[in-house]
């Protein structure tokens, strides 16, 4: 699976949009993004996948360049329980592998007031 | 919502015994797995689980560690003989299957092993 860069940490202010980057340059055409978060040593929550174009769901929108090689997962209207840390993963999407998410270090947001 | 539960939350086992951490999956999913986090450091890849075999899993995943689906709910997490280093959060995961796609996993809160 490809590798992933994200900053180590970022702040947003409560309110505002929160705007998370996530480098993946080498990534190849049948790995899908992924993104989740883990809220204070809770389990890991998905978030938002996608392929090639731009996805939103409740949660958040990816913005996913077009050659693929970087993404944005943007959250709206970040609240304080928003601050976690998240996790930008690539991986292949196949019946037939298991599931390996390779969580890196990821990016701790912080939200305040 | 449907989630996925692991048992117990915390367990505490002294250095040796073996240990069983327990999960139920979400219903209709039909893939399982293991994930463990050391304290301050990252999630870690254990192991998979499909169609009552294991498809996947990493260097962690030694003799020492086994996984079984024993009936159509419980998807259980043994470690034999655990060590200090076992310590750690164990969460469980599960995901269904579209068509000829995987898709995004559910994780449950997790199992604290504390072993001393």
């Given amino acids: 699976d490809a590798k992933t860069t994200q900053p180590p940490s970022m702040d947003c202010a409560e309110g505002r949009a929160a705007n998370l980057p996530c480098n993946h340059s080498t990534i190849s055409g049948n790995e899908y993004v992924y993104w989740y978060r883990q809220i204070h ?9 996608g392929l090639k174009n731009n996805e939103t769901n409740e949660m958040a929108s ?13 959250l709206p209207h970040a609240t304080l329980r928003d601050t976690a840390v998240y996790y930008c993963i690539v ?12 969580f890196g270090k990821g990016t701790s947001l912080l939200v305040t007031p | ?6 048992t ?15 999960c139920v999956p979400i219903s209709n999913h039909l893939y399982f797995y293991w994930y463990r986090q050391i304290l ?15 498809s996947e899993k990493s260097e962690i995943f030694d003799d020492q560690f086994s996984v079984e689906r024993p009936d159509g709910s419980n998807f259980t997490l043994k470690i034999r003989s655990t060590k ?6 164990y969460f469980c995961a599960s995901s269904e299957a579209r068509g000829n796609k995987n898709t995004e996993a559910f994780f449950g809160q ?3 092993l504390t072993v001393v």
């Fill in chain 2, 84 to 89: 200090l280093e076992d310590s750690a959060m």
């Fill in chain 2, 8 to 22: 117990p939350s915390h367990q505490v086992t002294q250095m040796g015994q073996e240990v069983i951490l327990r």
């Fill in chain 1, 62 to 74: 990816l913005i996913i360049t077009e050659d693929r090689k970087s993404s944005t997962l943007i």
């Fill in chain 2, 110 to 112: 997790g199992t604290r």
């Fill in chain 1, 41 to 49: 040593s809770q389990g890991p929550q998905y978030i938002i996948h």
């Fill in chain 1, 91 to 102: 991986r292949v999407g196949s019946k037939n592998s298991g599931y390996a998410l390779n």
């Fill in chain 2, 40 to 54: 301050g450091q990252k999630v870690e890849f254990l192991v998979s689980f499909y169609n009552n075999e294991i």
């Fill in chain 2, 1 to 6: 919502e449907p989630e996925v539960t692991q």
